[in-house]
T-cell receptor, first 115, second 113 residues
Framework: AQKVTQAQTEISVVEKEDVTLDCVYE???????LFWYKQPPSGELVFLIR??????QNEISGRYSWNFQKSTSSFNFTITASQVVDSAVYFC????????????FGKGITLSVRP | AAGVIQSPRHLIKEKRETATLKCYPI?????VYWYQQGPGQDPQFLIS???????DKGSIPDRFSAQQFSDYHSELNMSSLELGDSALYFC????????????FGPGTRLTVL
């Protein structure tokens, strides 16, 4: 069975602070995908990133960066210079690469960025 | 670019009534997934279809059924609605053996009174 743990439930920061959202996963699959989604108060799920388990390179996209460490089964997400618009619930998710590729989500982290 | 379409966006029903949620995947996507997200919860997988056949099943109540039609749109039918069925229902579509990037629709917010 697959499992995603987001130990942090709520984080509050002041604008322009950096913040890291942690994600730890468990799977018996040798190949898998990891994802981060953002869910703003309006409710939609916004795709942020997909990472194949073969690709351990870290990735940066603007103020966002992701640190994938297979050795510790972690896929952490850092927002640099946070902004009020970053306030949302952030979900880490895991899927297999085969036919049964449903997403297993973590419980989510509520990020509040104060002006 | 075309996105996943869900209808209706909001639905209010009474207990014991029936509801039908519709999902129109991105053109040429062959797989549809349904997820249920209760208040303050993470999305939970319900069921998926690949090429109009059920491909996987999660914690979907027996009162719910779903299918994918020849035009690839999918419907989630929910009967004997209970208060606990109040949730946000997401549909997602993907090209299964491509990148498995699941594109989510905006969701249908179901309220059962």
């Amino acid at each position: 069975a697959q499992k995603v743990t987001q130990a942090q439930t709520e984080i509050s920061v002041v604008e322009k602070e950096d913040v890291t959202l942690d994600c730890v996963y468990e799977t018996r699959d040798t190949t898998y995908y990891l994802f981060w989604y953002k869910q703003p108060p309006s409710g939609e799920l916004v795709f942020l990133i997909r990472r194949n388990s073969f690709d351990e390179q870290n990735e940066i996209s603007g103020r966002y960066s992701w640190n994938f460490q297979k050795s510790t089964s972690s896929f952490n997400f850092t927002i640099t210079a946070s902004q009020v618009v970053d306030s949302a619930v952030y979900f880490c998710a895991l899927s297999s690469t085969g036919a049964n590729s449903k997403l297993t989500f973590g419980k989510g982290i509520t990020l509040s960025v104060r002006p | 670019a075309a996105g996943v379409i869900q209808s209706p966006r909001h639905l209010i029903k009474e207990k014991r009534e029936t509801a039908t949620l519709k999902c129109y995947p991105i053109p040429r996507h062959d797989t549809v997934y349904w997820y249920q997200q209760g208040p303050g919860q993470d999305p939970q997988f319900l069921i998926s279809f690949y090429e109009k056949m059920q491909s996987d099943k999660g914690s979907i109540p027996d009162r719910f059924s779903a299918q994918q039609f020849s035009d690839y749109h999918s419907e989630l039918n929910m009967s004997s609605l209970e208060l606990g069925d109040s949730a946000l229902y997401f549909c997602a579509s993907s090209l299964l053996f491509a990148t498995n990037e699941q594109f989510f629709g905006p969701g249908t917010r179901l309220t059962v009174l």
